[in-house]
């Protein structure tokens, strides 16, 4: 690589950074203004949450990619919860719920200017029992003088509390330092296949698609007891399901199976669900109701599996439906909606008659398959160093940007890493993924490439 005017340690160090797999999840729970989205904020140092949004304008966004110290994880805000729909307590329990059993670990912010409440109370009860490591914020010590009201959330019982100004950004540093004691590096204990366990499905897709459905149907159908298996301990929300005779994990079922009818706060609430079910899943199937247009709901469903970085089957439900028209029309709406997720198997299926339903688990499998691809170094420059040759970069400036070498640094979803002599288009890198596609597969997967340039 030396040659190439890279050193040994920027290469290693490009590949370590693109190489991590699911990042570690902390939730951020609390009543609602204690300053949750603030803090967000602060940590994900962008002004991108939620504080400025104007009440009643729904958020989708839930999850946030943050760094602090060199490590990355996950945050998941729940503070987009409009805390009149259900009554405090009920919201904060419910939001709380998804959040938390999502997470490797919990942020629990409290208003020191207020000190704990009976509602607050109720959290740490959520706490408990979810067993997640947990750091208490005690928010809006904006001065030494906020520090007395700070030490009395020792109450609380969860250790010490670490006082903070969300506002102005006292205390924040610390609070991280401890937050990056609490997590885990990476979030593989969650992931069952890591122990040997059962994959983890979600089932996701916005609201009457038909996710209970056709949960109803796998279960109904296919089901063995299989209550307890050897080793893995039962989630209440998590169901074990056999099927193709092996035993799946579906995730966050009872989330999918009780309906919240809710007025205001239903499309925050399903958001929030579905960020929890996706992060706790390797594999997410998406199911669209064809019998409505594909719509920007589901699309925004989609990046977030995307985004995620898992692998991704679509369902297209209620098949049973169709008509020659309607089905003349769905073809054309794929083609057009459905672009950030061609590589996706494809089944078309009806929870209802329960057609197709033996592809699912094929297609299940093709994804992960996909997921798990790893590229050996050697094969992967044969063919980077056919396609330079083939179709290289366009000349911009006088100079020819070209790949020298490149190396798949991480999996689930795979992620390569290119060294390059110069900047590379975003038309050239989309070209690549294409072509690395074509070459390698990755059904069913998202795959991230980086590119390092030469200084
Ligand atoms: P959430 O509902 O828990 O997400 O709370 P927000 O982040 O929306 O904050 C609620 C209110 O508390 C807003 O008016 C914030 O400006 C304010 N706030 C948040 N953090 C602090 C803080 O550290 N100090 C002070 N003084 N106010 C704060
Ligand atoms: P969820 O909100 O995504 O869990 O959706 P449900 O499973 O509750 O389904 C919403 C509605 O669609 C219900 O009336 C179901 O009976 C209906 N439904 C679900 N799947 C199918 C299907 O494959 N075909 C037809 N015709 N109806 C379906």
């Known amino acids: 690589a030396a040659e190439e005017g890279f050193d040994a340690e920027e290469v290693e160090g490009a590949i370590e950074e693109a190489g991590h797999g699911p990042l570690p999840v902390l939730a951020v729970v609390g009543r609602p203004n204690v300053g949750k989205s603030t803090l967000v904020n602060r940590i994900i140092g962008r002004r991108e949450a939620v504080v400025e949004d104007k009440p009643g304008v729904t958020r989708d966004r839930v999850t946030y990619e943050a760094e602090w110290a060199g490590r990355r994880f996950k945050v998941v805000d729940t503070g987009g919860w409009e805390q009149d729909v259900l009554g405090i307590d009920a919201s904060v329990a419910a939001q709380a719920e998804f959040a938390i059993e999502a997470a490797d670990a919990c942020l629990f912010v409290v208003d020191a200017t207020v000190g704990a409440t009976d509602t607050d109370e109720a959290v740490v009860k959520l706490l408990r029992r979810a067993g997640k490591p947990v750091v208490l914020a005690a928010n809006k010590v904006d001065g030494q003088s906020g520090e007395a009201d700070a030490a009395t959330l020792w109450s609380l019982g969860l250790g010490e509390p670490f006082p903070v100004s969300s506002l102005h950004g006292r205390g924040t540093g610390d609070l991280l330092d401890e937050v990056l004691k609490k997590l885990p590096e990476a979030p593989e204990q969650r992931f069952g296949n890591a122990v040997g366990g059962p994959r983890r499905i979600a089932l996701i897709g916005r609201p009457n698609v038909g996710k209970s459905s056709l949960l109803n149907k796998v279960a109904n159908e296919d089901r063995v007891v299989v209550n307890e298996l050897a080793g893995t301990t039962r989630d209440p929300v998590d169901e074990l399901i056999e099927l193709g005779g092996v035993t799946w994990k579906f995730v966050d079922t009872a ?201």
Do not use: C
């Open 255 to 455: 989330g999918i199976r009780k309906k919240v009818h809710l007025q205001s706060g239903a499309d925050y609430y399903a958001s929030l669900r579905t960020a929890a079910a996706i992060e706790k899943a390797e594999v997410a199937v998406i199911l669209i109701d064809t019998t409505d247009k594909i719509s920007v709901q589901d699309q925004r469903i989609i990046t977030m599996a995307v985004e995620s970085g898992r692998a991704i089957v679509i369902a297209y439900n209620k098949w049973d439906e169709l008509d020659e028209e309607r089905r003349y029309y769905l073809e054309r709406e794929i083609e057009t909606e459905m672009q950030q997720v061609v590589w996706a198997p494809r089944v078309n299926v009806s929870a209802k008659t329960g057609r197709h339903m033996d592809k699912l688990v094929p297609a299940i499998e093709t994804a992960l398959a996909g997921w798990e691809t790893r590229v050996p170094t050697g094969r992967l420059n044969a063919f980077l160093g056919e396609i330079v040759a083939a179709h290289p970069h366009p000349i911009r400036g006088g100079k020819q940007p070209r790949i020298l070498f490149g190396t798949q640094a991480g999996t689930k979803p795979p992620r390569f890493v290119l060294f390059a002599s110069g900047f590379l288009e975003a038309g050239y890198r989309r070209f690549i993924e294409r072509r690395l596609r074509e070459e390698f597969g990755f059904e069913g997967t998202p795959i991230h490439i980086s590119v390092r340039v030469r200084e």
